[in-house]
């Protein structure tokens, strides 16, 4: 069973070019700056990846069932609602990393896009970013006209899966989603094998297996790896019957590799459709790099978000 197309295969070379680019940004020559202790690591990392954040005058700051929003509608009148989910391993991030790349698509497909702005671990652990997650949901599914997907990458995608689980099971309006964009998302907390580190590929990641252990820290403080696997804290063990139709995205290079295919794999199991789109020795985030292999996953999401959205 192919992965992906053979045609893929002329271009992945710039996929590994771009992560070897890259590797100052993230890798070892920033190590010996990271400070150790629990409360500066976060810091740290929060500082780094401000600096992926942009401001889009197309955007609205709006609270919604208390929580603070980015919301994009567009000039006509909207087709439907994305929900999407920032990055950033439940502990870091904002929908500002998001901001231009929602814009667009607010303006490309047509629809409303709101970006919950959830709060974060260790300050709030589990499930305070998810309570965040299902009340701007239950909010979009009571105001919002036309179909609504989910979607998000990274600890986004992992919101995604968890809220789409948690309108099923507690508020039973599942059939008010028509679909779900998970890209690259972290599903199993107990931890994959290629988030353990036996990776296809071995192209330098944005992540490292440290950081899994660490992400457990804050944003589930004292559970156990069997305590991690909680099908309310890891998706990948949860009733996955009824969902609908999903997207996932992934690079080979990617310490969550693993989290993709599993979970697209039980998704189907369970009866739903699902869609597993690898792309050849990309890394985690590979969608807003400047790669050919990125254009083609973003168009992929592009045509997958227009036939759910009807």
Not at 102 to 122: H, K, M, Q
Not at 208 to 231: Q, T
Not at 270 to 297: Q, S, W
């Amino acid at each position: 069973m192919a992965l992906w197309p053979e045609e893929y295969e002329g271009i992945r070379d710039e996929a590994r070019q771009m992560a070897d680019a890259l590797r100052g940004y993230y890798g070892g020559g920033a190590s010996g700056e990271v400070p150790t202790d629990q409360a500066g690591r976060v810091r740290f990392m929060r500082e780094v990846l401000a600096g992926l954040e942009t401001t889009s005058s197309a955007g609205a700051d709006e609270e919604i069932a208390g929580v603070p929003c980015r919301v994009f509608r567009p000039k006509l009148a909207s087709r439907g609602t994305y929900v999407h989910f920032h990055g950033g391993a439940m502990m870091l991030g904002s929908p500002l990393m998001n901001d231009t790349a929602n814009a667009e698509l607010c303006e490309r497909l047509g629809l409303t896009v709101i970006s919950v702005d959830y709060r974060l671990a260790p300050e709030h652990p589990f499930p305070a970013g998810s309570d965040d997650c299902l009340a701007v949901s239950r909010w979009a599914l009571e105001h919002e006209d036309g179909p609504i997907v989910l979607g998000g990458e990274s600890a986004g995608g992992y919101y995604a899966a968890l809220t789409l689980l948690r309108i099923r099971d507690d508020l039973d309006a599942l059939h008010h989603i028509s679909g779900a964009n998970l890209v690259f998302g972290v599903y199993d907390l107990s931890g994959t094998p290629t988030s353990r580190g036996a990776r296809p590929s071995d192209v330098t990641d944005l992540l490292e297996e440290s950081m899994f252990g660490f992400v457990n820290e804050c944003y589930i403080p004292g559970r156990s790896l069997e305590d991690a696997r909680d099908p309310a804290v890891s998706p990948l063990y949860a009733d996955l019957a009824g969902l609908p139709p999903a997207l996932f995205t992934v690079g080979s290079a990617d310490h969550l590799l693993d989290d993709s295919l599993f979970m697209a794999a039980r998704w189907q199991a369970y009866g739903n459709e699902a869609a597993l789109a690898v792309y050849p020795d990309c890394i985690h985030g590979f969608t807003a790099m400047p790669t050919e292999l990125a254009k083609r996953a973003n168009e992929r999401i592009d045509a997958f978000l227009e036939r759910v959205l009807g």
